[in-house]
């Protein structure tokens, strides 16, 4: 590990000392914040929880749709936006400022078009991420090198084998970032939804841990969801790395 | 290989979309959208999706409310407050990070971490340390807002040219002269860009904040649609939001293309 790394894992384990510390010695409410142990306790009593577990199955399901929809539509609408440039100059403004809306107000009409079931949720975390993915996708065509165009026009390649050959490896830094974004915004998208109106899944969990005053299972949830999310992200990091330094090393 | 900077959504967007979009598009998008909005509507039906003209006429009522002024205030009295503490806390901690390589290095995968995780979960914490009431809102929209404002002005000042640090040596300006007169021109552009991802941020923070923790302002008002399953007055209301949140993100994008070009011309 770099010095930086060591420096990071050292400030972060003297925080949660820190925190230990306050929490047991009184300086924090114990009705606000539990101790990072307490919490860690409560982590295993939702793990061991059958109906936790359900939860976060389901969670995961959701996200893994709305991540697969996303990809598969923002991928879909970046080339198509990238092929109609008027239509995509008009749709600027609108992409720019497109975070700023919370998506979910939009739940109850969901709820009119799929029914009360698990679409409404995926269909907001498919808003949220959609957006990133095809704003990723734009990106990484619009810097295809116009050296690869031209070298594919002399070539006379057809336009599967362009689409193959030159598109996906040039663009294949930004396609990665889009994904990776449809992760993050997948889970943000799932789980808000799931906490605002839903009744189910690791959201709804958090929720009505609150709502019961059951401060070990909420902060067990919470340090779970991070887990999850972070370990996740930090696969897909270093897999981007790893996927860089082949293709820098060619 | 692209940062997190480069690539995030809301930035892709000045670079690629380096022309000022035409009038006539414009006009010809909305008019699109209203076309759809009102296909879904006899799709769905009015309860469903309320059609464009009912959502209008049920803007107007909500505005004309004699509450709506109260409301509207609470909000913009949150927000405004946590996009000041979001975007001077994150300027001085982007610059503080951004001047020591080190530190920068350490902090820079933990902030990514946070930027991606679900904050809406921190909402109970945030309540039990914040109490009901305007702080948590407040609360809420700042740690929204204050990641991507910390994130872009570090990288903005890192990655300014060694020789502008090296001239401020050279003239024995001091810390805070050097921040002034190099650092903060230097890395203007990159900072605004984080302003910019910063009000969204914060915006949605602010109102999700609201739709929990509040008995007033905008997100109560929605929340409490929502559960009376009152489309037209969400309708009404995410207009509203749309509205604001676009014109006030093609504000700030105009800023951002003309201190660019100014930073390219000179």
Not at chain 2, 8 to 16: I, N, S
Not at chain 2, 100 to 116: I, M, Q
Not at chain 2, 176 to 198: D, K, N, Y
Request: proline share 4%; hydrophobic share 55%; with cysteine.
């Amino acid at each position: 590990m770099t010095r930086a790394g060591w420096i990071r894992l050292f400030l972060i384990a003297a925080a949660l000392c820190l925190l230990e510390a306050a929490c047991r010695l009184g300086y924090v409410s114990r009705d606000a914040v539990i101790p990072p142990t307490v919490m860690l306790q409560g982590t295993w009593r939702a793990i061991a929880s059958e109906e936790i577990r359900a939860d976060v199955l389901l969670t995961l399901q959701n996200v893994l749709l709305s991540l697969g929809l996303s990809l598969v539509a923002g991928t879909a609408g970046g080339l198509l936006l990238h092929r109609t440039p008027r239509l995509r100059r008009a749709l600027d403004p609108l992409l720019a400022s497109y975070y700023a809306v919370p998506t979910f107000v939009f739940y109850p009409l969901f709820i009119v078009l799929f029914g009360l079931n698990r679409w409404p949720l995926v269909a907001i975390g498919f808003l949220f991420a959609v957006v990133a993915v095809i704003i990723n996708t734009l990106d990484g065509l619009a810097r295809i090198p116009r050296a690869l165009v031209r070298t594919a026009a002399v070539m006379r390649l057809t336009r599967a084998q362009y689409f193959v050959h030159i598109i996906l490896p040039a663009a294949a830094p930004w396609l990665f970032t889009g994904a990776k974004f449809a992760v993050a915004y997948s889970f943000i998208g799932v789980i808000a939804g799931e906490f605002v109106v839903s009744g189910a899944g690791m959201g709804h969990a958090i929720a009505f841990a609150y709502n019961s005053f059951d401060n070990r299972m909420m902060y067990g949830l919470i340090v779970l969801l991070f887990v999850l999310v972070g370990g996740i992200n930090t696969l897909l990091w270093t897999w981007e790395r790893r996927l860089y330094a082949r293709l820098a090393g060619r | 290989m692209p940062a997190l900077q480069d690539a995030d959504p809301l930035v892709a967007m000045e670079r690629t979309g380096r022309r000022d979009t035409p009038r006539l598009d414009l006009a010809l998008l909305v008019v699109g959208l209203v076309i759809l909005w009102q296909a879904g509507t006899f799709l769905l039906g009015r309860e469903a999706l309320p059609s464009p003209l009912t959502t209008l006429a049920k803007l107007a009522t909500i505005v004309g409310d004699e509450d709506f002024p109260r409301h509207a205030w609470e909000t913009g009295r949150a927000f405004l407050t946590a996009l000041v503490i979001a975007l001077l806390a994150g300027l001085a901690a982007g610059l503080a990070l951004g001047a020591s390589r080190l530190s920068g290095e350490v902090a820079e995968p933990v902030l990514t971490a946070l930027y991606s995780i679900p904050k809406i979960t921190l909402y109970p914490v945030i309540l039990l340390l914040f109490g009901l009431g305007i702080s948590a809102k407040i609360a809420f929209g700042v740690i929204h807002g204050i990641i991507p404002v910390i994130l872009f002005t570090m990288n903005a000042v890192r990655n300014i040219r060694p020789v502008y640090l090296r001239s401020a040596r050279a003239m024995r300006l001091t810390t805070a002269q050097t921040a002034a007169t190099i650092i903060v021109p230097a890395a203007l552009p990159e900072i605004v860009s984080g302003f910019r991802i910063g009000f969204a941020l914060t915006l949605l923070g602010t109102l999700i904040g609201e739709m929990f923790a509040s008995q007033r302002g905008i997100g109560y008002m929605l929340v409490k649609a929502m559960e009376t399953s009152d489309t037209a007055t969400v309708m009404a209301l995410a207009l509203l939001l749309v509205v604001f949140a676009t014109l006030s993100s093609a504000a700030l994008l105009w800023l951002d293309r003309r201190l660019r070009r100014h930073a390219l011309t000179s």
